[in-house]
């Protein structure tokens, strides 16, 4: 069972940055996935997550809005849109399926 995050780079403040989680190893189309950040020297947050079957989605309030989450079944992967970046949009994002967790990428946001 993995989960791979990518996507994830330096953008400037107004930009945009689409991450992707590719996931193998278990029956995808049936589980929620999560995005979360950790920014330095803060507590692991969560930004959103798209449920299974149904693709209902939830927002983080500070990123509602500027921020969309999607996935793509036949691709065993989900998506975070992350557009109008703010730097307090920094950390390294990683996405989450239950226990299972990616190695992270990481988002800088420059002003």
């Known amino acids: 069972v993995q989960l791979q995050a990518s996507g994830g780079g330096l953008v400037q403040t107004g930009g945009s940055l689409r991450l992707s989680c590719v996931v193998s190893?278990?029956?995808?189309?049936?589980?929620?996935i999560g995005w979360f950040r950790q920014a330095p020297g803060k507590e692991r947050e969560g930004v959103s997550c798209?449920?299974?079957?149904?693709?209902?989605?939830y927002y983080a309030d500070s990123v509602k809005g500027r921020f969309t989450i999607a996935r793509d079944n036949a691709k065993n992967t989900v998506f975070l849109e992350m557009d109008s970046l703010k730097s307090e949009d920094t950390a390294v994002y990683y996405c989450?399926?239950?226990?299972?967790w990616g190695q992270g990428t990481l988002v800088t946001v420059s002003s």
């Open positions: 190893g278990f029956a995808f189309d049936y589980v929620a």
């Open positions: 989450s399926a239950g226990t299972l």
């Open positions: 798209i449920s299974g079957s149904d693709g209902i989605t």
